[in-house]
């Protein structure tokens, strides 16, 4: 019986210890924990504009409107070996560094008789020994070509990297002689800056 009693109370005594550990355990479960506050995560947002200068100083916005960049103080009447420069820009106006390229697309009767030039890098006081279509030629990274549909422009992408950056370009446009027997027709030219993001190196 002392026996049995004794192994009833340590039994008993067994039972309440592992109660007050598991009730322990128990209470910590509850009452841990890990706080992380304050955290924001915000997404970056893509986007670039179009910028022309008309005194080679000022640039201002010309995205998505429908005039010619070749006005009235640019020249809109052309004859045979007349050479048109604009002093464009694209900017990031995002968060997000970017990779852009140019798309041309000439059309009209006179497209055929049109070249273009793209030269990188450049601002109106660069080009105070640039006068003609053979000198614009002669520049150093020019792109030049006929003018057609879908040309495509720094085609492995110029890269805006920082928020505001600034890429500035001439855009040039030149009647070859033999234009001659087109008058008063007329060539529709249309830019797009394609951009997408950089990828992290």
């Known amino acids: 019986m002392k026996e ?50 008309e005194d080679g100083t000022t640039y201002t916005s010309i995205a998505n409107k429908n005039e010619s960049i070749f006005n009235e103080q640019n020249g809109t009447d052309w004859e045979p070996n007349t050479t048109e420069i604009v002093y464009l820009a694209v900017r990031n106006n995002g968060s997000l560094p970017v990779k852009y390229s140019l798309t041309l ?61 600034t890429s500035y370009f001439a855009m040039v446009v030149h009647m070859r002689e033999d234009a001659v027997r087109y008058e008063e027709k007329q060539v529709q030219m249309d830019l797009t800056v394609d951009a997408t993001q ?3 190196k």
């Not at 109370?9 to 509850?30: D, I, K, P, R």
């Open 4 to 53: 049995t009693r004794r192994a009833l109370w340590v039994s008993g005594f067994s039972l309440m210890v592992s109660l007050a550990l598991l009730l322990g355990n128990t209470y910590a479960w509850f009452t841990d924990n890990i706080a992380n506050q304050g955290n924001h995560i915000v997404s970056g947002s893509l986007a670039v504009d179009l910028l022309m200068s």
């Open 105 to 165: 697309n000439f059309k009209g009767e006179l497209s055929e008789f049109l070249e273009y030039a793209v030269i990188p890098d450049v601002k109106k006081e660069n080009m105070k020994e640039v006068r003609t279509w053979e000198d614009v030629q002669k520049t150093e990274n020019v792109q030049v070509g006929n003018a057609e549909e879908g040309v495509k422009v720094f085609e492995d992408g110029k890269e805006l990297v920082d928020e505001n950056e």
């Open 198 to 200: 950089l990828e992290n």
